[in-house]
T-cell receptor, first 118, second 115 residues
Framework: KAGVTQTPRYLIKTRGQQVTLSCSPI?????VSWYQQTPGQGLQFLFE???????NKGNFPGRFSGRQFSNSRSEMNVSTLELGDSALYLC?????????????????FGPGTRLTVL | AQSVTQLGSHVSVSEGALVLLRCNYS??????LFWYVQYPNQGLQLLLK??????LVKGINGFEAEFKKSETSFHLTKPSAHMSDAAEYFC?????????????FGKGTKLTVNP
């Protein structure tokens, strides 16, 4: 079974631009979560989508948004990029049963997209 | 809200020595606990998880962790370190919010294995 895939793997943008990252979950998984990883803040939860609906959201500004398609693929968008948005963006997929992580469900992570903002 | 504290941002051991990575959590309800490993330029790989039942959990690559409720700890161990274990390790706890759960991660511990 193929794992979680993220595209692109690396991205360089300049301040003020916007960017879209893509995540394809494991086949059969309906929940997709996004995390930002930086050296200073560590891994922080951005948001979670399940069946095309945002089910959970972390403490990030409105410049960060996402969506999920009917095939469970998800995209996240960051508008008006700032230097501090430079990070590794990780996507994780899970079955999404019973409202989230359960004893029989686990989040599986993709390799991430490394975003550099100049 | 749940939180996770990993003691020691860097741990260095010799090949063949015991690996002990510490994790303490704060949770008002019985938590689900996880250890993930991240190799350079890669995503996170699940090592093991505790949900219910046996408090000693065995994972991949010879790692295991013990859930100790009285100490609110979930330390990760491996009896004999291998060079390939060099990576960053993250402890995480599930946090229920808004009707669904998310993972709250510790800051990570970078493990170095010396020959």
């Amino acid at each position: 079974k193929a794992g979680v895939t993220q595209t692109p793997r690396y991205l360089i943008k300049t301040r003020g631009q916007q960017v879209t990252l893509s995540c394809s979950p494991i086949s059969g998984h309906r929940s997709v979560s996004w995390y930002q990883q930086t050296p200073g803040q560590g891994l922080q939860f951005l948001f979670e989508y399940f069946s095309e609906t945002q089910r959970n959201k972390g403490n990030f500004p409105g410049r960060f948004s996402g969506r999920q398609f009917s095939n469970s693929r998800s995209e996240m968008n960051v508008s008006t990029l700032e230097l501090g948005d430079s990070a590794l963006y990780l996507c994780a997929s899970s079955l999404g049963l019973a409202g989230g992580i359960t004893s029989t469900d686990t989040q599986y992570f993709g390799p991430g997209t490394r975003l550099t903002v100049l | 809200a749940q939180s996770v504290t990993q003691l020691g941002s860097h741990v260095s051991v010799s090949e063949g020595a015991l690996v002990l990575l510490r994790c303490n959590y704060s949770s008002s309800v019985p938590p689900y606990l996880f250890w993930y490993v991240q190799y350079p330029n890669q995503g996170l790989q699940l090592l093991l998880k505790y949900t219910t039942g046996a408090t000693l959990v065995k994972g991949i690559n010879g790692f295991e962790a013990e859930f100790k409720k009285s100490e609110t700890s979930f330390h990760l161990t491996k009896p004999s370190a291998h060079m390939s274990d060099a990576a960053e390790y993250f402890c995480a706890v599930s946090d229920l919010m808004g009707g669904s759960e998310k993972l709250v991660f510790g800051k990570g511990t970078k493990l170095t294995v010396n020959p």
